[in-house]
């Protein structure tokens, strides 16, 4: 068991190419690092004009505290602003649409750990996009944003507006500007 972790992390080190076990992991200066690559959007996504919007529903126990409405409500909010946005025309059956997105918001499991110091952190509320090619039912694209943190309840739901405005922001990075 012992050599099987051996080889799996010399393997490792050596696909990547990176010295870290002699402590050379970030001894390049950025000026010398290789760019980032850019992998491409898959054209589904950039050429998709026609999208349903599937509700992936809400974790229980953030409505109506810490967020203010109902369980839909990332729903009826991510449905307006997309339909505003002009980039895609929403239909009402997925059987009418090029692309499905599947939007969801989920609660937070709890600390990762106790121990603060070691990196672990308190999980946020996240909305989860994902976007289907309608046919085949493949995720094309996923994108996802936390929910920010607050005290006071219009805060709670000011981070949640700014939540779904990201996330349609990072959609609309990804889909380009449509047809």
């Known amino acids: 068991m012992v050599s ?3 080889a799996v992390v010399s393997f490792a080190l050596g696909v990547c190419g990176v010295g870290a076990a002699h402590g050379q ?3 390049t200066p950025s000026s010398e690092r290789p760019a980032a690559v850019n992998a491409p959007v898959p054209a589904l996504l950039l050429q998709g004009h026609t999208v349903f919007l599937s509700n992936g529903g809400a974790d229980a126990g953030l409505f109506p505290h810490p967020f203010a409405g109902t369980q839909d409500r990332g729903y009826g909010s991510f449905y307006s602003a997309l339909a505003a946005s002009g980039r895609f025309q929403l239909v009402d059956s997925p ?6 997105f599947e939007l969801e918001l989920t609660a937070p499991n709890g600390p990762l750990s ?6 672990a952190s308190d999980p946020l509320p996240t909305f989860k996009l994902t976007v289907f090619d309608r046919p085949t039912h493949y995720v094309l694209w996923t994108v996802s944003q936390t929910i920010d943190p607050a005290n006071l309840q219009k805060t709670h739901d000011k981070n949640f507006d700014e939540a779904l405005t990201s996330l349609l922001q990072q959609l609309m ?4 500007p449509g047809k």
């Open 4 to 6: 099987l972790r051996i």
């Open 114 to 119: 106790g121990n603060k110091v070691a990196g």
């Open 95 to 100: 059987a009418k649409a090029d692309l499905v």
């Open 25 to 27: 992991f970030n001894a």
């Open 173 to 176: 990075l990804a889909a380009g």
